[in-house]
């Protein structure tokens, strides 16, 4: 059975760089069929795409966020990763990573349980 | 202010049927297939429709989902003390190039 599992930093200080990691068990993250993600949903609100790993190597970003974000995926350890820089109080939110199926990859089908991060100083 | 337009909230009693609309336009749910996510509280989505009526095994056929045009519905029926959650819908937008959500529905079973 699949199982992903976010963890890293909770807390972030202004300015600084989220790093985040995702975990896969009972799974490849070098399988052509997927794509892997990372979704966040600030508190009390709506969720928001951030962007999808392909095949281990290649992304695809949301363009309000793309000149921030680094998603990457390491094979040897079948994990995968997000890097936020420069964050402010609006990147506070539950981060979840997700696998995508389907043919595009865009059918989220699998969740990991999400971490919350704050930014403050 | 979210891509794709959901009520805030709907409610209905147990055993009763209720309707949850996400509406969009043509770049986006007029243009591509939808799906629906269930987030019970605390918890993460957990996907309960894809290509706009299609149930992933384990869902049980009392939710549906149709699209028509630049709109979604998603239909409960039978409705549970269980089903109280957050429900999202999600497409691809093609002029945004970005994957987006609704603002999410909270549904009360009163």
């Known amino acids: 059975q699949l199982q992903l599992q976010e963890s890293g930093s909770g807390l972030v200080r202004p300015s600084q760089t989220l790093s985040l990691t995702c975990a896969v068990s009972g799974g490849s993250i070098r399988s052509s069929d997927y794509s892997w993600g990372w979704i966040r949903q600030p508190p009390g609100k709506g969720l928001e795409w951030i962007g999808n790993l392909y095949h281990s190597e290649n992304t695809y970003y949301n363009p309000s966020l793309r000149s921030r974000v680094t998603i990457s995926g390491d094979r040897s350890k079948n994990q995968f990763s997000l890097k936020l820089s420069s964050v402010t109080a609006a990147d506070t939110a539950v981060y979840f990573c997700?696998?995508?199926?389907?043919?595009?990859?865009?059918?989220?089908?699998?969740w990991g349980q999400g971490t919350l991060v704050t930014v403050s100083s | 202010q979210s891509v794709l337009t959901q009520p805030p909230s709907v409610s209905a009693a147990p055993g009763q049927k209720v309707t949850i609309s996400c509406s969009g336009n043509?770049?986006?749910?007029?243009?591509?297939?939808v799906s629906w996510y269930q987030q019970l509280p605390g918890t993460a989505p957990k996907l309960l429709i894809y290509?706009?009526?299609k149930r992933p095994s384990g869902i049980p056929d009392r939710f549906s989902g149709s699209k028509s045009g630049t709109s979604a519905t998603l239909v409960i029926t039978g409705l549970q003390t269980g089903d109280e959650a957050d429900y999202h819908c999600?497409?691809?937008?093609?002029?945004?190039?970005?994957?987006?959500f609704g603002g999410g529905t909270k549904l009360t079973v009163l």
């Open positions: 290509d706009n009526n």
């Open positions: 999600g497409t691809w937008d093609t002029s945004l190039s970005a994957w987006v």
């Open positions: 043509t770049s986006n749910i007029g243009n591509d297939d």
């Open positions: 997700a696998r995508g199926s389907g043919d595009f990859g865009d059918i989220l089908d699998s």
